[in-house]
């Protein structure tokens, strides 16, 4: 197994062991399989070759009817139990992966030609690393601010394609503490193979001591500063006479469109009704929300989902009367806005909303 280990990266996650298993097992079925029909061509070519240039001459076999219902239920039978058991297996790995935790701790990932930018709920940020406690369920929300990425970390056998204009997720719980390789594994372009970064396991002490090291705001609370810079809380204020629905507790509750449909409003949902609010109206309202399309950056619409979300026993800000729609443009982290501006990708870093 050890030689096995310098062939394939290391078990780092909970679902690498049962990965890695089927596929030993189906490399060895193959092999089996392969083996057998080999010894069966050498075995018939040898004992059936021709000894005289007079060929024998062949002699009829004589099956009964029963003899050759046996033969074919074992054709049949036995070839759909193996594949059968693998496409349980394998439905049962895959389900495993695409079915988060409800506890697991949230990141926000953006994927960005060539970078990885990453966005914990407590409001750190990074860019191509990834800290995680060990031991702990992490769940990824991401999504691509110009072409197809793909985020792949080898040693946790977790790869999922991360798109623009659309949110995919990925789990997974890590149980080794340590870096680790992450790669783009779909070409983005002439820096592809530059799209590289590393995941950092660490102890859950020492995870939460570096979590609030930065001493930023917490994502929520970025995405109420935008909320009230962007002035939606002078539509959205929850009361009666609001020209726009009331977003406490719209999180995960189903909606009522104009159309008559009944969706629900995850975080999809919020993503579309922020950047093209036309396509889906809530039904009693009128489509008066302008697009913010091409004014907010992907991290500024994860700010703005994330103080959505926490809108459960408390309704949208009051409105900020110092506020001016020039206000939009600053920004609500110095710290990290620094660093998006350090990084050579060749231009600047959309993390600063315009103006609505």
């Not at 197994?1 to 394939?8: A, D, H, K, S």
């Not at 596929?23 to 059936?48: D, E, K, M, P």
């Not at 570096?210 to 705001?217: I, Q, R």
Request: aromatic share 10%.
């Amino acid at each position: 197994m050890n030689f096995l280990y310098r062939i394939f990266p290391e078990q780092a996650s909970t679902v690498a062991g049962g990965y890695d298993a089927l596929f030993y097992f189906l490399c060895a079925l193959t092999f089996l399989v392969s083996l057998g029909i080999a010894i069966v061509i050498i075995y018939y070519a040898v004992r059936y070759r021709r000894k005289t240039k007079t060929p024998e001459p062949l002699r009829p076999v004589h099956l009964s009817q029963r003899d050759i219902h046996r033969m074919e239920y074992a054709w049949i039978g036995i070839p759909l139990v193996i594949f059968m058991g693998i496409f349980y297996w394998g439905a049962k790995l895959w389900a495993s992966i695409k079915t988060p935790p409800d506890d697991a701790m949230q990141i926000y990932i953006v994927g960005k030609q060539w970078m990885w930018k990453s966005q914990h709920v407590s409001g750190r940020r990074e860019i191509n690393e990834l800290h995680v406690p060990v031991g702990v369920p992490v769940k990824l929300t991401m999504t691509s601010e110009d072409v197809i990425h793909s985020f792949y970390i080898p040693a946790f056998r977790v790869k999922t394609d991360v798109l623009p204009g659309r949110y995919t997720e990925l789990w997974f719980e890590a149980t080794k503490t340590g870096e680790f390789h992450l790669f783009c594994a779909e070409y983005c372009g002439t820096k592809h193979s530059g799209m590289i970064g590393k995941i950092i396991v660490m102890e859950p002490k020492d995870f939460e001591v570096w979590l609030g090291g930065a001493g930023e705001g917490s994502l929520s609370e970025a995405g109420e500063r935008m909320f009230t810079q962007l002035r939606c809380n002078t539509c959205h204020t929850g009361d009666s006479q609001a020209r726009a629905p009331d977003l406490e507790g719209l999180y995960g509750s189903e909606v009522t469109l104009g159309s008559g449909d009944v969706v629900v409003a995850d975080e999809s949902y919020l993503r579309e009704s922020i950047l093209e609010p036309a396509k889906k109206v809530v039904a009693g309202y009128q489509p008066i929300m302008p697009p913010y399309a091409a004014q907010l950056s992907e991290e500024k619409v994860i700010q703005l989902i994330a103080y959505i979300k926490s809108l459960k026993g408390r309704g949208p800000p009051a409105p900020d009367a110092g506020a001016s729609p020039s206000d939009a443009g600053t920004t609500d982290g110095g710290t990290q806005e620094s660093a998006d501006a350090g990084v050579p990708d060749g231009g600047t870093d959309a993390g600063t909303a315009p103006g609505p």
